[in-house]
C-alpha cells in the first residue's frame, strides 16, 4: 500500500469550484478502491451545493458551488466521510468482452508486436489473457481506462496521433490498455474492434460499466464479430456480466 493511501489524502484545488481529492499517484487498485468508496459515500449522501463527481484513477473531483458550500465545510465533510466510506463499496461485476483481434480489426497489432519482438498472435494470446480493472471513464462518452495490462505489451504511446480509428477499438499505450467508443485520431495502438456498445444513450443505463468492475476479453474471429455486432445494434447487449 502506498504511502499516500496510509498517510490520507491531499487536498487540491481546482479554480475555485472545484476540489481534488488526492489519494496517490500510481495506478493501484488499492487506490481506487479509496476513490470510488469515497465517491459512493458522498453520493449517498450530498451535501447542498455539491455539483458533481468525477472519480479518476488515483483521485476525486469535486465540482461544488462556493456560494452554497464553503472549501473548508467541503473538506471536513470527506475527512468525516473517508472514516466510513469503506463500507459503501459496492462489488464489481466481471464482464467478458469479445474482441477480435484479426484483419481488419486490429489495425495496430503486428506494429506493436513488432516494436515489442514478438508475434502478433503472441501479442493477441496476451492481451486476451489478462483481467482488466475497468478504472474510469474518460476524454470522451465511454472510453474506458483499464488496468493490468500484462507487463510484456507495456509500450509507450505514439510520438504522433495515427489517423482516425473506427469506433468500438481496443486500445494499447502508455503501459494501459482501453476502449474508444467512437472513431478519433489516437497515439495509442489500435489492437482489436469489439462489437459491443459501450455507451448507448438509449439505453436505461447508457453506460455499460462502473468503475471498479472487472474485465476480460474473449477473442473472437472476424465472421463472429459481424454476427455479434449486428445484434449490438439492433440493442441487444452481446457482453456477458457475471455478478460479484
Do not use: Q
Request: glycine fraction near 8%; aromatic fraction near 8%; charged fraction near 20%.
Amino acid at each position: 500500500m502506498s504511502d499516500m493511501v496510509a498517510a490520507g489524502p491531499v487536498f487540491l484545488d481546482a479554480g475555485e469550484s472545484a476540489l481534488v481529492v488526492e489519494f496517490g499517484r500510481s495506478v493501484d487498485p488499492a487506490l481506487s478502491d479509496r476513490v470510488l468508496a469515497l465517491d459512493a459515500a458522498l453520493a449517498a449522501a450530498p451535501p447542498e451545493g455539491l455539483r458533481e463527481l468525477v472519480p479518476t484513477y488515483r483521485s476525486l473531483m469535486i465540482h461544488y458551488d462556493p456560494l452554497r458550500l464553503d472549501r473548508a465545510r467541503l473538506v471536513g465533510l470527506v475527512e468525516e466521510r473517508l472514516g466510513a466510506a469503506s463500507a459503501d463499496l459496492r462489488p464489481g461485476a466481471l464482464w467478458t468482452i469479445p474482441c477480435c483481434y484479426a484483419p481488419p480489426h486490429g489495425e495496430d497489432l503486428a506494429e506493436m508486436a513488432a516494436l515489442l519482438g514478438m508475434p502478433p498472435e503472441r501479442a493477441a494470446d496476451l492481451h486476451a489473457a489478462a483481467r482488466y480493472r475497468i478504472y474510469m471513464y474518460g476524454f470522451s462518452p465511454g472510453f474506458t481506462y483499464l488496468g493490468g495490462l500484462p507487463e510484456p505489451l507495456a509500450i509507450s504511446r505514439r510520438a504522433r496521433p495515427r489517423p482516425p480509428h473506427d469506433s468500438k477499438v481496443v486500445l494499447v499505450g502508455g503501459g494501459l490498455s482501453a476502449i474508444a467508443s467512437f472513431a478519433m485520431p489516437t497515439g495509442w495502438y489500435v489492437v482489436g474492434r469489439t462489437p459491443e456498445r459501450l455507451y448507448a444513450p438509449e439505453r436505461a443505463s447508457a453506460f455499460l460499466f462502473e468503475p471498479g468492475d472487472s474485465l476480460r476479453f474473449e477473442a473472437i474471429d472476424p465472421a463472429t464479430f459481424a454476427a455479434l455486432e449486428a445484434r449490438a445494434e439492433a440493442g441487444e447487449v452481446v457482453a456477458r456480466r457475471t455478478p460479484a
